[in-house]
């Protein structure tokens, strides 16, 4: 009985971890007791483990180094995570997705679905700003909840876009959970970003696309917004000649900086045309020149600052210039900087802020710490092996194991959330995804597409609990209308859920089936065939190949012509004037004994 418990330690122990979290233990606790109760088992048992069990009681004073070490607290990259979580409350309580909310409304409300499309557009630019999922859905949620109810949103319609779309911070950059991915696999944080930002987009797509289906489908389920709610009234030919004013004037700057900007000079001209389109929009608005309609306006304002915001922390780790860390930082000034010229930030924001990011960073450094314990027992005794043999032997090679991991990822997202995934599931399937050729960053973004289903599973979604929590328990008078308005049930925010949980199900077949869109992050590679190698010429002498300098090569296997004259390398060489000869030296008689005299 002792040789099977120590040689079957791995799974054991795999299977007590899961145990200790369905009871309801807290997850670092559960890692971190886990790993010592198994690590004392492990040295006890060694001696029955034939070689398997590779533990000793020396082997605790490597958790110090460990947890003061580069793999923790001393961890670069983790600390992005409080800038752009700092970051996101900021813009949260600074009231900008509020503003983008309401404006993208106005502008999408003349259309069937138009409030559905403008949830997800927000989504999407809240996702790349603040990269925390609970701000956004709760943003949505208190905002946009209610209009989609007053004018007649079907409520589990509502219900799931406003969750999907909150979960688009998951997997758009800046996503924390990426972060966690890149470290967690020994990759960059800029290659991750760059290849889950077309994924993101594209999965911003389908839920678009879903809408449309459904606006033909349902279209009572969603209706247009009534001519009296569009309160900025019309003017998208007004936009539209706007856009194309800037695009003309960032090209014309682009033209006019190219010779001396190189290929810096179209972002350059770009920023120039925002610039100026946006001072414009800003005089029209203030000193009442009418050259553009209100919608313009509004939309150019409200929209210009959050998208400059992007290209702060996303353009500037793009183009090499700054870490993700450093990133973060300048994200979270530019935060403040909006908060403050929209006059929402006090003292109150500033603390509210910084209490939600300590407590976020710390549930996240207590989970890494636990793992860790956990791990240093693991690998002791050799969970590692086990884990890469078990998922290398699946059927189907490479296909099989992608397939495999991502069901066993998918149902775990039932009971735990992104973090704990990351830092328990990861660290065991990276190794078996690189024995098996796979890209990392491809695998990392794979995962990060599943794990955001984490968020809407029901019934442990945490958007879907984000969203019960704002949204209307009971009956309520609408305070436009005046009509009685019903309330939402959980039951209706369930269901409204599973539509786009099966979408994100298809973006994880489509990311296995196109891995392109995420392998674009790596540069073209160079064919060596293409590569002119030469030689340069030295003076004397001919290139390498070549004829000799002073004649043409034989012809016909002729003799090559007389050259000049090899030097006598017995001899020291001769700078100018012939050293004076040396007197000859008389040879020894060596018939006779030798003179000392």
């Given at each position: 009985?002792?040789?099977?418990?120590?040689?079957?330690?791995?799974?054991?122990m795999f299977a007590s971890l899961i145990i200790f979290l369905l009871i309801g233990y807290p997850v670092a606790f559960s890692l971190a007791a886990n790993g010592l109760m198994f690590f004392f088992i492990g040295v006890l048992l060694s001696p029955y483990s034939g070689g398997s069990i590779n533990l000793a009681w020396p082997l605790l004073h490597a958790l110090p180094d460990n947890f003061y070490g580069s793999r923790v607290m001393s961890n670069d990259t983790l600390l992005a995570i409080p800038f752009f979580t700092f970051m996101g409350i900021v813009l949260e309580r600074s009231g900008m997705a509020e503003d983008l909310l309401d404006t993208i409304g106005q502008l999408f409300g003349p259309i069937r679905g138009g409030l559905a499309y403008a949830v997800i557009f927000v989504g999407a630019l809240l996702a790349a700003t603040t990269g925390v999922v609970a701000a956004s859905v709760i943003a949505m949620g208190l905002i946009s909840l209610p209009i989609m109810l007053r004018y007649g949103y079907d409520r589990r319609l509502a219900s799931g876009v406003i969750a999907a779309s909150g979960t688009l911070a998951?997997?758009?950059?800046?996503?924390?959970?990426?972060?966690?991915?890149?470290?967690?696999?020994?990759?960059?944080?800029?290659?991750?970003?760059?290849?889950?930002?077309?994924p993101g987009l594209v999965l911003t797509g389908l839920y678009m696309l879903y809408i449309l289906v459904m606006s033909i489908i349902r279209p009572h389920s969603m209706p247009a917004l009534p001519l009296e709610a569009r309160t900025l009234g019309h003017g998208v030919l007004s936009l539209l000649a706007a856009l194309l004013a800037a695009v003309a004037i960032s090209y014309a700057a682009y033209r006019y900086l190219e010779p001396a900007h190189g290929d810096n000079a179209d972002i350059l001209g770009a920023c120039v045309g925002v610039i100026l389109i946006y001072a414009v929009a800003i005089a029209d608005q203030r000193l009442n020149f009418n050259m553009m309609s209100r919608l313009a306006q509004q939309v150019i304002i409200v929209l210009i600052p959050p998208l400059a915001l992007i290209f702060l922390v996303l353009g500037t780790i793009f183009l090499g210039i700054a870490t993700p860390t450093e990133g973060g930082a300048?994200?979270?000034?530019?935060?403040?900087?909006?908060?403050?010229?929209?006059?929402?930030?006090s003292l109150d924001v500033v603390k509210q802020a910084l209490a939600s990011t300590t407590r976020l960073s710390s549930f996240v450094l207590f989970i890494l710490i636990g793992a860790r314990v956990f791990s240093l027992t693991f690998y002791g005794v050799n969970g590692h092996i086990w884990v890469e043999h078990l998922l290398i032997s699946l059927p189907g090679g490479e296909v099989g194991f992608l397939i495999g991991v991502n069901i066993l990822v998918f149902f775990l997202a039932f009971f735990l959330d992104f973090f704990e995934l990351a830092f328990i599931i990861v660290p065991l399937l990276a190794p078996a995804a690189d024995k098996l050729g796979i890209d990392l960053i491809w695998f990392g973004v794979l995962l990060g597409v599943n794990m955001q289903t984490s968020f809407m599973h029901p019934p442990f979604g945490f958007a879907l609990f984000y969203l019960r929590s704002v949204a209307a328990r009971v009956p309520y008078l609408d305070r436009l209308t005046g009509k009685k308005i019903a309330p939402v049930t959980t039951g209706q925010i369930y269901w409204g859920a599973v539509p786009f949980v099966l979408i994100q199900v298809i973006m994880i077949a489509l990311t296995i089936a196109f891995p392109q869109m995420v392998m674009h992050y790596k540069a073209t590679a160079i064919d060596s065939g293409t590569i002119d190698y030469t030689v340069p010429g030295v003076p004397g002498m001919s290139p390498l190949g070549a004829p000799p300098a002073n004649g043409t090569a034989p012809a016909n296997g002729g003799a090559a012509p007389a050259g000049p004259a090899a030097p006598d390398l017995s001899q020291p060489p001769s700078f100018g004037d012939a050293p004076p000869a040396k007197p000859a030296t008389p040879q020894p008689d060596l018939s006779q004994p030798p003179s000392f005299n």
């Open positions: 009985m002792m040789e099977f418990i120590a040689q079957n330690m791995a799974p054991i998951q997997i758009i950059p800046p996503s924390l959970v990426l972060i966690v991915l890149a470290d967690q696999l020994g990759r960059s944080v800029g290659d991750m970003y760059a290849g889950a930002l077309i300048m994200g979270s000034v530019g935060a403040l900087i909006m908060a403050a010229a929209k006059g929402r930030l």
